[in-house]
Each structure stands twice: as C-alpha cells, then as structure tokens.
C-alpha cells in the first residue's frame, strides 16, 4: 500500500480527482494518510476533512522565520511515514531538506507542458496567460519528480491540450484540469503505487 502526503494551498481539485480515482478503483494500492496545507482557508482542507482524511495547517505565518516553518513541515510530513509526498498546487518554496528525504519521492503537477511555461513565476493562471500570449495552439500538464530546482525534475507523464480560438486564461485553465491535470496525476501516482515507474539515464517513465 503506497501511503501519501497531498500539500495543497488552495481549491484542492487535483486532490479530489485523487481521492475520487482511488474511490473508483482507478487508482490502486494507494492511501491518502494526510492533507496538509500552508494556507488555513484552503478548500482542500475541507475536502480532505469532509472525507475523513486527516487535514492540518502548516503556515509560515504560524512560525518567526521560514527556517522554523522548513522544519515545522519536513515533520509534519515525516510523521505521517509517506512513501510518496504529492505537490497539488502547493504555492510554498519546497524546502532542500524536504527534497532531500523525499528524493525519487516527491512529484508535483504543473499546468504546462515542461519546459514551456515553468520555472519562477509560472504558476496558476500565469501560466495559461503566458500560454495565450505566446499564441500556442497546444498546452496542457505535466507531472515531474521534484529536484532542487523550480519544475525541473525528471518529467513522469504529460498529457496535452488544445488552446481554442477565443479562450480565456480561465477557461484555457479550466479543460487543462479536466482534460490533463486530473487525468495525469492520478495515473502517476497508481504507476508507483504499483512499481510501474523506470528510471532511465536520469529519465523516468512508467511501463
Ligand atoms: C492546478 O492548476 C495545478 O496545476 C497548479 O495549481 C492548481 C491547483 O489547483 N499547480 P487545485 O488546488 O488542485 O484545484
């Protein structure tokens, strides 16, 4: 049984497909142990609480510096014993520590197709305005492990989207999570649960 940890900081739909797939059986072997989030309000907490999986608040705000938050999460995590930490639209800088327990074992979804769009500053519906300025006819998302870098770990799984004439960054960012981000997240996550992930020349791919 694959036990996870899902950070979260905000509606928490990529944690609900998560939760709804292992429900269904498309996802198999695999536990939600707890839903931590650094945002209090965060709806995903609800989610998470409403389904009965443990949820609690892990904010900066609640420490005097960032090095006690750092250490505050890493054992929040810890104490959980998770064989795979999943980043579902967490908004907070990982911490290197974090990283390094968690190396091989920390995966986090991104709403574009890596490298596109990624890096400092592309997050949430930055990242479908940036998508629609460029004038890309194709998006989508990505899940990759995480590495000391921002969204430049061995990429797992893509899945891709088309941009329509006339979107919005908000509609665009809408069917990249139906149409990708809930599909793939959840794909990768049964793929490790059920030891179907290789690493290849630094490259990772599920059988
Ligand atoms: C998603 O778009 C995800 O790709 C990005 O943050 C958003 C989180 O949405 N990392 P939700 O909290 O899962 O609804």
């Not at 198999?28 to 989030?37: D, F, G, L, R």
């Not at 998470?48 to 510096?65: T, V, Y």
């Not at 998770?82 to 920390?106: H, K, M, Q, S, T």
Request: with cysteine.
């Amino acid at each position: 049984m694959l036990n996870i940890v899902v950070l979260v900081s905000g509606g928490g739909t990529n944690l609900q497909a998560i939760m709804d797939k292992i429900a269904d059986g498309t996802v198999t072997n695999t536990k939600i142990a707890a839903v931590i989030s650094n945002n209090a309000n965060a709806y995903a907490l609800e989610r998470a609480k409403n389904a009965g999986i443990p949820a609690e608040c892990i904010s900066p705000k609640q420490f005097e510096n960032r090095d006690l938050f750092n250490e505050a999460l890493l054992a929040g995590v810890k104490k959980y014993n998770p064989d795979l930490v999943v980043l579902a639209g967490f908004l907070v800088i990982i911490p290197p520590a974090l990283i390094a327990e968690y190396r091989n074992r920390l995966i986090n979804i991104h709403p574009s197709l890596i490298p596109s769009f990624c890096g400092t500053g592309y997050y949430g519906l930055k990242v479908h305005e940036a998508v629609l300025a460029r004038g890309n006819k194709v998006t989508g998302a990505t899940v990759h492990f995480v590495d000391e870098g921002t969204d430049t770990g061995p990429i797992l799984i893509q899945k891709a989207v088309y941009v329509q004439q006339g979107d919005t960054a908000e509609v665009l960012q809408k069917r990249v999570m139906v149409e990708a981000e809930w599909e793939i997240l959840p794909q990768a996550i049964d793929a490790i649960a059920n030891g179907r992930v290789v690493m290849e020349d630094g490259k990772a791919w599920i059988k």
